[in-house]
């Protein structure tokens, strides 16, 4: 999730969406005329209705790997689509203040407003968050009454999903089993991160296993899943601290153990459903992510160091798919060392090197802007051409298309920009990433189905 901190957490207090609009705009409609015709093929005409129960599924019904490529019903797949992270939160979120998830729902109207202009203008996958955290940390699925709350909200959340099509990259936030409490900040009882990742006999570890075991068990069935996620941005965890690794007084892993915690997840969740691909959940490596875990402090990086890193997370483990977030901060990239001690930058060309070299697909789980080719080396806060709001479509639109012309022309199968249709202000407003959505900003998602097009066009899905 955006922000690079120890370990991006939302804000549970997200303030209730209005309804569902009538979408009044011109531009609204032109988009949705514009995509009808190509996406015909793909889209239904008339409202889609609910999935009857699920049969059995086979290796085609699900996304598979060969020879380095995303398969999907046995054809190559690829698509740039959106973080609609908040959906399964936001239901949750009803059950647990009382309220029924019923068509009537402000709420339900929203999320449901918001799957179907997705598949509208033809898209067919998100990436969501699955685990409540909240104050009472793993308790909420531990907590008997809490968990009819969360199964209820995952269930209904799938069942929009169905209706409309979508297929969701679940992030399970396997990271969050640990003793951790929100009471006038963050609270660490006997069981940190550490323990989490670096013993699997540790009580988090367990309950983590009893999680995964009923959830992927009960879901496994649904074609709605696309794949399994272990959990978001779990590797900024690693090798940070002060003495002992320890963090804001939290005791943290090292790169090592957060490769054993991926591999073991990993397997665990496969073990349960044999036919899906695992994602490690994304971020980037910390410019000096190497030098951090050979004690040497913060250094940067040179390109082999970092595919060090990944290899030691990845290369080896029962993870299918390497995962990043790119929020390279208004640069080229991530800047790392060069020849001869000369800057240099990681960028979407040279992760696909590496994940070539690991010999697993690359995916995007998060993205936002990237900087306009004309102010490549200016940071987007003094940067004079920058947009003050959303609103400012006409500001926006370059940024957006540079960052997409970026996937595209890495070739990157899978991504998803961060966001869609969220109503959290700093998603609106930050100065690192964007909301889109259809009934505000139409004319930005032209960009993103036009880019769609030119990915598989590359690629040669369509």
């Avoid at 996304?63 to 936001?90: C, M, Q, T």
């Avoid at 208004?330 to 001869?340: C, D, R």
Wanted: glycine letters at 8%.
């Amino acid at each position: 999730m955006p922000g690079f901190g120890v370990r991006s957490r939302l804000d549970n207090s997200l303030r209730p969406v209005k309804g569902t609009a009538v979408i009044k705009t011109n531009w609204a409609i032109a988009v949705i005329a514009i995509i009808a015709a190509p996406w015909a093929s793909a889209v239904t005409q008339n409202e889609p209705q609910k999935s009857l129960a699920p049969a059995p599924l086979t290796r085609d019904d699900v996304l598979s790997v060969k020879d380095g490529r995303f398969y999907l019903y046995g054809r190559p797949f690829a698509e740039i689509s959106f973080n609609k992270f908040d959906l399964f939160w936001e239901l949750y979120g009803e059950l647990a203040a009382g309220r029924p998830l019923t068509d009537d729902n402000p709420m339900v109207q929203a999320q449901t407003r918001a799957l179907r202009d997705l598949h509208k203008m033809g898209f067919k996958t998100i990436r969501v968050f699955g685990l409540p955290w909240g104050p009472s940390g793993p308790d909420s699925y531990s907590d008997p009454q809490k968990r009819v709350n969360l199964y209820a909200a995952i269930d209904k959340a799938l069942d929009l999903c169905d209706r409309y099509h979508i297929r969701s990259v679940w992030c399970l936030g396997s990271d969050t089993f640990t003793d951790t409490k929100l009471d006038r900040g963050w609270k660490y009882g006997e069981e940190q991160l550490r323990e989490l990742m670096a013993n699997p006999n540790s009580r988090g570890r367990q309950l983590l296993y009893r999680y995964l075991d009923e959830t992927i068990s009960r879901y496994k069935n649904r074609r709605t899943i696309l794949m399994w996620e272990i959990a978001n941005e779990e590797t900024l965890s690693a090798d940070i601290g002060d003495k002992d690794g320890i963090y804001e007084g939290q005791r943290m892993p090292t790169l090592k153990d957060v490769s054993l915690f991926c591999d073991g997840v990993a397997k665990r969740i496969k073990s349960d459903d044999p036919l899906r691909l695992v994602n490690n959940g994304g971020s980037s490596m910390r410019e000096s992510q190497w030098h951090l875990y050979q004690r040497q402090g913060w250094p940067r990086d040179t390109f082999e160091e970092q595919f060090k890193c990944v290899d030691l997370l990845f290369g080896h483990s029962a993870v299918d798919v390497f995962d990043i977030h790119y929020y390279p901060d208004g640069k080229l990239g991530y800047a790392i060392s060069g020849t001869n001690g000369q800057p240099a930058y990681l960028n979407l060309k040279g992760y696909m090197t590496i994940a070539k070299r690991i010999g697993k697909p690359l995916m995007i789980g998060e993205f936002g802007f990237a900087p306009a080719p004309k102010s490549d080396e200016k940071t987007w806060k003094k940067n004079p051409d920058y947009f003050e709001s959303y609103a400012d479509t006409a500001a926006a639109k370059p940024w957006i298309q540079h960052a997409l012309n970026g996937v595209v022309g890495a070739g990157v199968q899978l991504s998803y920009w961060w966001t869609y249709q969220s109503d959290r202000p700093v998603d609106q407003k930050s100065t690192t990433r964007f909301d889109i959505d259809l009934e505000r900003n139409p004319e930005l998602l032209k960009c993103f189905i036009d880019a769609n097009r030119r990915l598989q066009h590359k690629l040669r899905t369509r």
